[in-house]
């Protein structure tokens, strides 16, 4: 039943007690008045059934149970999880103790954002590697130049003007080498050129950036601490535009569901509704709870669902099958909380009685339980009626 539905007939409380009063009121009279003979009419009631005077009839309508080819809905509940096709991790590519960590969790960032500096002796080493590299190759460039000019003017011989530009060459490919090992740590040859121009020490602080756009949602560093390259995961970041839902199915509704079918969630935190689409059934069943999981991919405007969150999920299989319903209208809550509805038994008489429901739809609830195709229900009035019951 939803939330309108409630609301609607909380409103109609006042009424409804105004009207169950008012239906009595003739009746608690006539009691009064014959207190010490009960009629015959009273004696033959049957337990169970409520009778409504003949005058108050008009104010219920009644509607026959019927079967319409209904939409198959499995229910089922599930834990919010983070989508792992959008969750990575950062792991830093040096060693050394962190100098600064810049986010917490929680905290949303975008691609390539520094989440955290190490001081790490292996940038000061590739720096210096380069640097070295760099000089040797511009030495044995000089030679080689005058190498060259000796070589014209006939006063070496060609295999040492050979051996000169073998050693350059070397030079030129180190320094190759120690730029590529630069652009791991984010380092480029401009980078050190300039700090050479400007006269101050190069800051050999590396940065370690969030590799996608999303949310920190765990974080295994504190300052100090000493990472591993390729080794410590230093925090892991997900997009949370969409979330993983886990649920089960049984048995019984397995065959229904399939990769692909839309579903509908919610969470009785938030007044609306959250839609996904089932990604994943299992191949396994839960020895446990004797139920197959299933995985919704779940769209999560605002990030509002959180990790760990229960939701109730609606899966809509596509699926129609001969089902009874009655109007929206007729589907009450006894004071257990279970549904219930009024059955006309004949003219003037009515029962309460339970009944088992599977959601509704344009105006319709589904009963799987409780009824029979061809009964006559309280369609309109039945919250007067059973309050009315109540107070009698």
Not at 103 to 124: E, H, I, N
Not at 235 to 245: E, G
Request: charged share 20%.
């Amino acid at each position: 039943m939803t939330a309108d539905i409630v609301c609607c007939r909380r409103r109609l409380l006042p009424l409804a007690l105004g009207l169950a009063l008012a239906w009595l009121q003739p009746a608690c009279r006539k009691s009064g008045q014959a207190e010490s003979k009960p009629s015959e009419e009273a004696k033959n009631v049957q337990p169970g059934l409520f009778t409504v005077p003949p005058d108050q009839l008009a104010r219920l309508k009644t509607t026959g149970v019927r079967a319409t080819n209904w939409p198959v809905a499995i229910h089922t509940t599930g834990t919010v999880d983070w989508d792992a096709d959008h969750t990575t991790q950062a792991i830093t590519q040096v060693n050394g103790p962190i100098s600064r960590i810049l986010v917490d969790l929680g905290t949303p960032v975008q691609k390539d954002q520094p989440l955290l500096y190490v001081a790490s002796p292996d940038v000061a080493n590739a720096i210096s590697a380069y640097r070295k590299a760099r000089n040797r190759e511009a030495f044995n460039k000089r030679i080689v130049d005058r190498m060259k000019e000796l070589l014209d003017q006939g006063a070496i011989a060609v295999k040492d003007f050979q051996s000169s530009e073998a050693d350059y060459n070397d030079a030129t490919t180190d320094v190759q080498n120690s730029l590529q090992a630069l652009r791991i740590f984010g380092i480029t040859s401009q980078d050190i050129e300039a700090a050479e121009k400007q006269g101050t020490p190069f800051n050999t602080e590396l940065a370690v950036r969030s590799p996608i756009a999303g949310v920190i949602v765990q974080k295994l560093v504190s300052p100090g601490m000493v990472i591993q390259a390729g080794q410590t995961v230093c925090f892991a970041i997900s997009d949370v535009a969409t979330v993983w839902v886990q649920g089960h199915i049984f048995d019984r509704d397995l065959p229904s569901v399939k990769s692909g079918d839309p579903v509908d969630e919610t969470n009785p935190s938030f007044n609306r509704n959250f839609r996904g689409s089932v990604s994943y059934v299992g191949s396994f069943v839960d020895p446990n709870t004797r139920t197959t999981p299933v995985r919704i991919v779940t769209q999560n405007p605002g990030g509002l669902l959180k990790k760990d969150m229960f939701v109730d999920a609606v899966v809509h299989t596509g699926i129609r099958s001969r089902t009874l319903v009655v109007p929206v209208a007729a589907v009450l809550r006894d004071d257990k909380n279970e549904p219930m509805v009024y059955v006309q038994s004949e003219p003037g008489k009515f029962a309460q009685r339970s009944v088992a429901i599977a959601g509704q739809q344009d105006g319709l609830v589904a009963v799987t339980g409780g009824l029979k195709e061809g009964e006559t229900v309280v369609s309109d009035g039945s919250l007067f009626l059973q309050f009315a019951n109540t107070i009698k």
